[in-house]
């Protein structure tokens, strides 16, 4: 066995002995203003999502070519996202890695603003710990920890039958845009184009996610691209 190897399997044993260790239960207030936060976002994003320019026009050496089924929304089209800055994660809810999402959330809230999107992609490709259904995944996230980002519908991001974005993204940026596990995690510019991969071991708030997203929010968007409300300028 090959070192790496070795340490993808340890990492991986190491992750699975963790996940059963399920958050705590949110008090009543809480789970309140969590669920209001939610559905906020949630209605907002169906808005900007239905006024999406068509992916298919979309510049072909970009991500806006591409769409993905929703979790809360019929579907995420990253058209959406056009003159914004994204990292797009897949996730998964019995993992060692799943407190990230906590993290994931901060700096969401932290650069939202600024023109920062994040995209969970939900995805069960390793050792199976995404496994539930659509309505438990909106569960668990809103519960435990308030995702207001968008989410995806469950999908595949590696293997023959991975969404064409992850397809793309490795012939973008090569091996390091392949996920190896969960939480791996893609950064796109503001021109729709990939900047950067960073490793599940890598947390959303490290210094090094962080110099990345401020040194791509501080790249003026190109012009006649969408403007973050949706609409082209």
Avoid at 80 to 95: I, P, Q
Avoid at 160 to 188: C, D, I, M, S
Wanted: aromatic share 10%; hydrophobic share 40%; charged share 20%.
């Amino acid at each position: 066995m090959s070192i790496k190897a070795h340490i993808l399997l340890v990492a991986a044993v190491l992750a699975l002995a963790a996940c059963n260790r399920a958050p705590p239960a949110p008090s009543a207030e809480v789970s309140e203003a969590r669920r209001t936060a939610v559905t906020a976002a949630v209605q907002e994003q169906r808005s900007r999502f239905a006024a999406a320019p068509d992916p298919s026009t979309a510049d072909r050496a970009t991500a806006y070519q591409f769409v993905f089924d929703g979790l809360w929304t019929e579907r995420v089209p990253m058209t959406a996202f056009e003159g914004e800055v994204v990292l797009v994660v897949n996730t998964a809810s019995r993992c060692g890695y799943t407190p990230q999402y906590e993290g994931l959330q901060a700096i969401y809230d932290e650069y939202h603003a600024q023109g920062f999107e994040i995209v969970g992609v939900p995805a069960n490709n390793f050792m199976g710990q995404e496994p539930g259904s659509a309505e438990e995944i909106q569960e668990f996230c809103t519960l435990n920890y308030g995702v207001t980002f968008p989410m995806t519908a469950k999908t595949e991001v590696v293997g023959e039958e991975r969404h064409p974005f992850y397809a793309w993204a490795e012939t973008q940026l090569g091996a390091p845009a392949v996920p190896e596990w969960n939480f791996h995690k893609l950064l796109l510019g503001r021109d729709g184009r990939l900047i950067a991969a960073f490793p599940t071991r890598t947390e959303p708030t490290s210094d090094e996610v962080r110099r990345a997203i401020a040194t791509a929010l501080a790249v003026t968007a190109p012009e006649n691209i969408a403007s973050p409300t949706g609409l082209r300028e």
